[in-house]
């Protein structure tokens, strides 16, 4: 070990280290054969390396967490993907998602400032998509509620009815994509090349299973209000039937789900075995922003 300026270096990665450590807190090189004791640098001497010495050590103790959590966010993510496609179940998944997000939100700072970038980026999504959602449904409620009320006629219900409902589809569009966005730039600097590859196909067909299933059932959408709308009170048949038939068409979700989980496991298994030095971002690829 090194020993510079009065603070102590690893002879492998030279992280800055605390004089009583044995073991690099970075890359795990053990340091009791090669430790060269010194002074303790003192915060109460008032110099700035005494100052700049317990930021290290914060930093050093810091990492370590934040690296766990990243890793626990990715699991949570991981088992999220294996209910998200499962229509009696998908809330679930949806909820062990948030809570993943949540905690790669937490460890965001532990491998590096593109890492840091993509998960702000990610998470930024989906709260604009759960944003819009929460938003169009209490617009869809007060129209539905502004279309029923006393002197409005049927048949001006059904045109309203008719035209929320392609709104909703549109919207439910919207949402799946920023989140296809989120699930694929969340791990994207932690990721290898095959990785990526995985990622990129996953969001994409999410994105097409969407568009399909949206272009499928927007056009039942008249005749299903019609039925709906056609006796003295509203039917709810027909649209639990619809709903039923959107349902059993995201199960396709289940192949970009599947490689959203094998992409995920990959990140989770092949990258974070590495520590990276604190004071060096993390490249991946090597290059600027290439992939490994």
Not at 100 to 119: Q, T
Not at 160 to 183: M, P, R
Not at 209 to 222: F, G, H, M, N, R
Not at 246 to 274: C, G, I, K, N
């Amino acid at each position: 070990m090194s020993e510079g300026g009065g603070n102590l270096q690893c002879p492998d990665c030279e992280l800055p280290l605390a004089p009583s450590q044995n073991f690099c807190p970075n890359c795990g090189a053990s340091l009791a054969s090669t430790l060269e004791r010194a002074p303790s640098p003192s915060v109460s001497d008032g110099g700035p390396e005494s100052w700049d010495w317990v930021a290290t050590m914060d930093e050093n103790f810091a990492r370590p967490r934040a690296q766990a959590r990243t890793r626990l966010g990715l699991l949570l993510m991981i088992f999220a993907f294996g209910l998200l496609w499962i229509p009696l179940v998908s809330d679930l998944g949806e909820l062990l998602a948030l809570i993943g997000i949540v905690f790669l939100w937490l460890g965001r700072h532990a491998y590096g400032n593109d890492h840091r970038r993509n998960v702000i980026l990610g998470s930024a999504c989906v709260a604009l998509g759960f944003l819009i959602a929460v938003l169009v449904g209490i617009w869809l409620v007060d129209s539905l509620l502004t279309s029923v009320a006393p002197g409005q006629s049927a048949s001006s219900f059904d045109s309203v009815f008719q035209s929320d409902l392609g709104v909703v589809f549109v919207v439910g569009f919207l949402t799946s994509a920023l989140t296809a966005l989120a699930y694929v730039v969340l791990p994207w600097a932690l990721a290898d090349r095959t990785s990526r590859v995985l990622l990129l196909v996953a969001g994409a067909l999410t994105v097409v299973i969407s568009a399909v299933t949206a272009s499928i059932l927007l056009p039942q959408v008249s005749s299903v209000v019609a039925q709906a709308t056609s006796g003295s009170t509203i039917d709810s048949g027909p649209i639990v039937a619809l709903q039923n038939e959107s349902s059993l068409l995201m199960t396709a979700q289940l192949l970009p789900d599947a490689l959203f989980v094998w992409s995920y496991y990959r990140t989770r298994q092949q990258r974070f075995f590495e520590q990276p030095n604190p004071h060096r971002p993390l490249n991946p690829g090597g290059t600027s922003g290439g992939p490994p």
